[in-house]
């Protein structure tokens, strides 16, 4: 066989490994291995046993020529090397090299390329950590040109008879040098599958971005309609078929295939307990998640995803199909995305909710103790009556100084309700000394009420139902402060007979959209909710307003 057809088989079988080694590449648990960016022992075992298969397979699938095998060992053993570190490259030089030995120890060529095989491994494994990325199949290359002359030295210096072993290089060399392009081709193969990867990863990076991007508006005020919303974004997202958020105890918004069954049951399973439990992302069955209305929807796989707070779990993010999908690499990796943003802004919905209520209460607050509209009221209604009647001039001062030394005085710390209540009648007597007989205030308040409550709570509702309920109303009406013990609670309430708030602004209250100018209402039902867990109730009356709260 001349040189021409020997380097025509070679490259035949040179193409067989390369084939052989893409069809392995394809298989889920071996892509993953080759993906990772550090391996363990067990997976350099495994890719050492992959490459010593290879390098056997390119022995078995030599050409013999002169009593040698001309083979493509070199090109599986140095691949592993250069790809995978020293580990698999002498592993699998020394495992494929004595093969080579053993099936011919008599053969003219056989303890030159055992050794050789060794050296391969050795030398490829040496650049594994030396050489760049983007000029490893360059290297490779020539690892399996520098190995194969090795290989020819070794013949002509070892093998005997020695003109047989010239003969025999004369007719291989140059076919198994030009060979080693197979090392290229094995090379950029591995490097395609990380680089698929990083591509992946990229892609759910950018997905998990948009998703953050288009569902930040609704995380700035979460409840039950912006959850839903959220899910939506994420379903419409990923392509999945319905998506669930849970807290530690139910489902809080669920939406697509299943959702008036879902939405009637909303407990949670088991192993949704289980995956928050163990703050562990599960990839499980429908049918094995124990909901017995999973039989009624065409739903076949569920990612489970724990939500963390400060490194607590504070829910989970659900995600379901209706194909039946294992937890992929780009799977998971987008899972922990989904989970990590999801927490993110969570946590940042609640610091800026936090913020926003300090930074309004604050603001509130400075407002009114240097409330110049109603200091100058004030002082004016005190100047009418110095002349016509000082002891109310002077009752008048003494209220505005208790009104104005308890604004001065106001804290973040609960204060006696006794307290609270003396500020508001210093307030009251100077509306009621303003609008004369057209405004009648009436306490309701229970002898001995012992309860501790916001500093400036009631004040705040007092001032709105005299302005926007008496004021606007042509100044003419009755305005009620009650304070009544009920049980182990107190109810606290003020109730005008004016003008009826509007159903607008009770929505806008309750849905955290009021209007940086008018806070006051908002500010006392926000404060109160983030301290009790519930805030004010309103209600519209025929004619007035009555709006309470219990503490």
């Not at 001349?2 to 080694?21: D, Q």
């Not at 002509?156 to 020695?162: A, F, G, Q």
């Not at 307990?273 to 998640?289: A, D, G, Q, R, T």
């Not at 603001?363 to 005190?382: D, E, G, S, V, Y």
């Amino acid at each position: 066989m001349n040189e021409g057809k020997i380097f025509l088989s070679l490259l035949e079988k040179s193409s067989l490994i390369i084939v052989l080694f893409i069809m392995i590449t394809k298989i889920k648990g071996f892509k993953y291995i080759f993906q990772k960016e550090k391996y363990k022992a067990k997976d350099l075992m495994i890719i050492s046993i992959i490459f010593s298969l290879l390098a056997i397979l390119g022995t078995y699938n030599g050409i013999s020529v002169q009593g040698s095998l001309a083979n493509t060992r070199i090109i599986a053993i140095v691949s592993g090397g250069v790809l995978f570190g020293p580990l698999v490259g002498i592993v699998s030089g020394a495992i494929s090299g004595a093969h080579r030995y053993i099936i011919d120890i008599h053969g003219i060529t056989s303890f030159p390329c055992f050794i050789s095989s060794i050296f391969a491994g050795i030398i490829s494994g040496y650049f594994y950590k030396r050489i760049d990325d983007k000029y490893r199949w360059i290297y490779g290359i020539l690892c399996g040109v520098i190995s194969e002359s090795f290989t020819m030295l070794l013949i002509y210096l070892i093998s005997k008879p020695h003109d047989v072993a010239v003969n025999i290089i004369h007719k291989i060399y140059i076919p198994m040098i030009v060979g080693q392009i197979g090392i290229g081709f094995l090379v950029s193969i591995v490097q395609a599958i990380k680089k698929e990867k990083d591509e992946v990863a990229a892609f759910q990076s950018k997905l998990a971005l948009d998703i953050a991007n288009k569902t930040l508006p609704y995380f700035r005020s979460i409840n039950k309609d912006s959850l839903r919303i959220i899910c939506q974004i994420i379903k419409d997202e990923i392509n999945s078929d319905s998506v669930a958020i849970t807290d530690r105890e139910k489902v809080l918004a669920y939406v697509g295939i299943g959702e008036e069954i879902f939405n009637r049951s909303t407990g949670l399973s088991d192993i949704t307990k289980e995956s928050m439990e163990k703050n562990k992302i599960l990839n499980i069955k429908v049918e094995n998640e124990g909901y017995s209305v999973s039989e009624k929807v065409n739903l076949k796989t569920v990612m489970i995803i724990p939500l963390t707070e400060s490194n607590k779990v504070i829910g989970s993010l659900k995600i379901y199909y209706t194909e039946q999908y294992d937890m992929s690499h780009s799977k998971k990796a987008l899972a922990i995305g989904l989970s990590q943003m999801i927490s993110t802004l969570m946590e940042v919905s609640k610091i800026e909710k936090m913020k926003e209520a300090k930074n309004k209460a604050e603001i509130k607050a400075l407002q009114t103790q240097i409330n110049p509209h109603f200091l100058f009221n004030a002082l004016n209604t005190i100047t009418s009556f110095i002349r016509i009647d000082p002891d109310k001039a002077r009752k008048l001062i003494i209220n505005l100084s208790t009104y104005m030394r308890y604004n001065l005085e106001v804290t973040d710390n609960l204060i006696d309700i006794n307290k609270e209540l003396e500020q508001v009648k210093a307030y009251v007597e100077i509306e009621k000394a303003r609008f004369g007989d057209k405004l009648n205030v009436i306490y309701d308040i229970d002898d001995d009420i012992q309860v501790k409550i916001p500093s400036l709570i009631i004040q705040p509702l007092v001032e709105n139902a005299i302005i926007h309920g008496i004021r606007k109303n042509g100044g003419h009406g009755v305005v009620v402060i009650g304070v009544k013990k009920k049980k182990e609670k107190v109810n606290i309430w003020v109730e005008n007979d004016g003008l009826t708030i509007d159903q607008e602004i009770i929505n806008r209250v309750y849905n955290n959209n009021m209007p940086e100018n008018k806070i006051g209402l908002y500010n006392v039902h926000l404060r109160l909710k983030l301290i009790y867990g519930y805030g004010l109730d309103i209600k519209r009356l025929n004619p007035g307003t009555k709006i309470e709260f219990k503490v």
